[in-house]
């Protein structure tokens, strides 16, 4: 005869809750120790506000936001969620894409695999933030001018991706470039235009616009 549930938890003393409860808790912990920047997280969570929110001051396209996050919350989430910046997208959110790349520190990153506590003090640049008030940035002025884009979800992430490129390398070569968007995926296969946009937002930024 099959015992209960009860019985069973008062002969080992272990409840179903209590060992769901640990494992969870062992797991974010884990989870917040391996990742890279984790002295940065470690210290958002000694700042715990309410719960297992933390209150963290993120600097986006030139702007402050003072907000409470959870520490498992990632980067991708709090601008999408949270701050409404929506030029992020949301695709695989397993760092395979790249269509949620953004700039930290001016280096290309996947939002979606960066915790929001580890850019904090970090200078974070979305797509948004390439914009020259009304105008389009060099890069996304090429991307329109070379037809670089067919069902656009991709296009956020290899802008941002192009702009890390050119930062680093004014003038790539077509491998430098090829290497450069590598982390980012176009499911239309629009890569020979991509190729020729980077090329155009190379020259673009040189003149100067």
């Known amino acids: 005869m099959r015992k209960s549930i009860r019985e069973r938890e008062s002969r080992t003393g272990l409840s179903r809750r ?3 409860n640990s494992v969870a808790s062992g797991a974010a912990e ?3 120790l391996t990742v890279p920047g984790a002295v940065a997280a470690e210290a958002a969570v000694g700042q715990a506000a309410d719960g ?3 209150k963290t001051v993120l600097d986006i396209n030139g702007r402050s936001h003072s907000l409470s996050v959870e520490p498992r919350w990632t980067l991708l989430y709090v601008l999408r969620d949270r701050l409404g910046l929506m030029g992020t997208k ?3 959110e397993r760092g395979e894409c790249g269509a949620c790349t953004v ?5 290309a ?8 506590v580890e850019a904090t003090g970090a200078e974070i640049t979305t797509v948004e933030g390439l914009m020259r008030g009304e105008e389009l940035g060099p890069v996304q002025q090429a991307f329109v001018e070379e037809d670089a884009f067919q069902c656009g979800h991709c296009t956020s992430g290899q802008v941002v991706s192009v702009e890390a490129l050119l930062r680093k390398t004014p003038q790539p070569s077509i491998e ?3 290497e450069g968007v590598s982390g980012n995926v176009c499911r239309c296969g629009a890569y020979a235009n991509i190729f020729r946009a980077v090329q155009k937002a190379a020259e673009l930024r040189k003149g100067g616009r």
């Open 176 to 178: 430098q470039i090829r």
């Open 52 to 54: 297992n929110m933390v």
């Open 109 to 116: 990153r996947y939002a979606c695999m960066t915790l929001a």
């Open 103 to 107: 700039l930290i520190d001016g280096a």
């Open 30 to 32: 884990a989870a917040i």
């Open 18 to 20: 209590r060992f769901f």
């Open 90 to 92: 949301a695709s695989c």
